[in-house]
């Protein structure tokens, strides 16, 4: 997909903002990443603001413990706690979406994607309902619960879908700014967030649904060579360390923050793919919380072979289940996606270019 006007998501969201060299919008990374904020407290509070402004919106939780009564003291008809009973909620969500409203659904991602399939598929994806079903706690953010708390599917399961868009948004201003642009619009869509506080990326630019954005650069003078797409604030964080550490070798990394793995816009992509230099192409990595099927691996793989094919590297969580207790830190750790493990990755990528 070219155009954001081509695609009903985007209604009501933004122009592009392009950069002065035409490229997507770009936002430093370099600054101090403070203060700190979670996305899904940043969904909560623009659901509220949307629930004042719209009589249409209504939120519908799953016993999430995100929302308290007095958060709705001026609209309590429109907060309706089902309890942990993911596909009622759905269903319940679709009936209110038929009669005009605009349902705001909060899960847990690992029991909305996979409790609630059916009802995603034949209730909302299938009737093309404007409803917002936002998945908490995705990735390995739940980390210290186990492998039936974590949600490693979810990007995958819902890009499968037709008609729902995908997002994940790379820190808590950018999950509201995308928000309102989701609740604006005509579909389905699919919000992941994680659960603890993350950086607030510094700068002012606009998110826009579909076009991804440049979260770091190489130095002036510095060839690009490698080119991260990553998406989620934790694995985002990690590739501008990573981008530092090789930036000292030599070596220029671009980081692409993939906050809309569907829509995703091939020229977007295709623009900020690494130089060739000599025999070489560059390195596409691609770096997600998630398990290496479906995510954003696939989205980015999809693009290349149909468009600009190149060597890709594909750093995901591996194919099996976190047996070990640990926190969300050590569980990225563990999967080989905390910034020093990326960093060796990558410099051995690089070393065995042909």
């Not at 770009?26 to 004042?52: C, F, G, L, N």
């Not at 490693?152 to 819902?158: Q, V």
């Not at 793989?301 to 600009?308: E, G, K, N, P, V």
Request: aromatic letters at 4%.
């Amino acid at each position: 997909m070219t155009r954001a006007s081509a695609d009903p998501h985007l209604a009501g969201a933004p122009s592009p903002r392009k950069a002065s060299d035409g490229r997507a919008p770009t936002r430093p990374m370099d600054a101090p990443a403070s203060p700190t904020a979670a996305t899904r407290a940043a969904a909560k509070a623009v659901v509220i603001e949307q629930m004042q402004l719209d009589h249409r919106v209504v939120c519908i939780d799953t016993d999430t413990g995100l929302f308290a009564a007095s958060d709705f003291a001026q609209c309590p008809e429109r907060y309706l706690n089902i309890g942990i009973a993911e596909h009622t909620a759905v269903s319940v969500a679709a009936g209110l979406a038929r009669e005009g409203m605009r349902p705001v659904v909060f899960m847990f991602a690992a029991f909305a994607v996979n409790r609630a399939a059916d009802a995603i598929k034949l209730n909302v994806a299938y009737a093309n309902l404007p409803i917002v079903l936002i998945g908490t706690h995705a990735g390995l953010s739940a980390g210290f619960l186990g492998a039936t708390h974590h949600c490693l599917e979810d990007l995958g399961l819902m890009r499968a879908l037709p008609n729902v868009a995908v997002v994940a948004p790379g820190d808590a201003l950018q999950a509201a700014q995308l928000l309102r642009q989701l609740l604006a619009a005509d579909g389905p869509s699919y919000l992941r967030l994680g659960r603890r506080a993350s950086p607030v990326l510094p700068g002012d630019s606009r998110s826009v649904l579909g076009v991804p954005q440049v979260v770091a650069s190489p130095a002036e003078g510095v060839d690009r060579s490698v080119t991260v797409f990553a998406c989620g604030p934790e694995q985002l964080a990690a590739a501008h360390l990573a981008s530092e550490a090789l930036g000292r070798d030599g070596t220029g990394v671009t980081v692409v923050n993939v906050h809309t793995l569907k829509p995703l816009f091939t020229d977007a992509v295709v623009d900020l793919l690494p130089e060739p230099s000599g025999n070489t192409q560059g390195l596409v990595v691609t770096l997600e919380e998630h398990w290496r099927s479906g995510g954003l691996g696939d989205a980015i793989a999809d693009i290349l072979t149909a468009h600009s094919p190149r060597r890709m590297l594909r750093l995901a969580v591996p194919d099996t289940f976190c047996a070990t207790p640990g926190d969300h830190a050590f569980q990225v750790h563990a999967a080989g996606l905390d910034a020093s493990s990326i960093t060796a990755r990558i410099r051995a990528g690089l070393a065995d270019a042909p």
